[in-house]
């Protein structure tokens, strides 16, 4: 009697060992997965524009170009904004074609970036509005604002 113990002891050890095992082998961390991101954009006729970005269906925040004072809330015109409003470890880049930056990338949600300076009235600009962390980015293609 002993010896069936001491077998069924060791096959219960290997069961639970290979148990083990397939649960470390499972499926790749959801987390690791690239979110599901999509893009809003709104287009204002003075040239201003706003793109609400979503990451995995949750409202994560907002690129956006203020053209005139004013404009979407802001006290200046000529204004790039990054607002990322999701503590997901992402952050949101906006770059404007002039190579001006407004970024919350290294920065903990909530969290805005305004990069502002005078553009030359009338001229047209492209913007993009991007989801980013580490190496990875997802875009919105280029916006076209004026200043």
């Known amino acids: 009697m002993k010896a069936r113990f001491k077998k069924?002891?060791?096959v219960g050890a290997a069961a639970t060992a290979l148990?083990?095992?397939?649960?470390?082998?499972?499926?790749a961390n959801p987390a690791s997965a690239a979110p599901d991101v999509y893009f809003v954009t709104y287009e204002y006729t003075n040239g201003s524009?706003?793109?609400n970005v979503y990451n995995n269906g949750e409202y994560a925040g907002y690129g956006a170009w203020a053209a005139d004072p004013g404009d979407l809330g802001f006290s200046t015109g000529d204004t790039l904004v990054a607002s990322d409003q999701l503590?997901?470890?992402?952050?949101?880049?906006?770059?404007?074609?002039?190579?001006?930056?407004a970024s919350s990338r290294g920065y903990s949600a909530p969290y805005t970036?305004?990069?502002?300076?005078?553009l030359a009235e009338g001229a047209t600009y492209t913007?993009?509005?991007?989801?980013?962390?580490?190496?990875f980015s997802d875009c919105r293609t280029g916006v076209d604002v004026h200043a």
């Open 19 to 27: 148990a083990t095992g397939l649960v470390l082998a499972g499926p």
């Open 8 to 10: 069924a002891t060791s």
């Open 87 to 101: 503590a997901d470890g992402y952050g949101i880049e906006v770059t404007l074609s002039t190579g001006r930056v």
């Open 113 to 118: 970036d305004i990069a502002t300076g005078n």
């Open 49 to 51: 524009a706003l793109v």
């Open 127 to 135: 913007m993009k509005v991007c989801l980013v962390k580490g190496t």
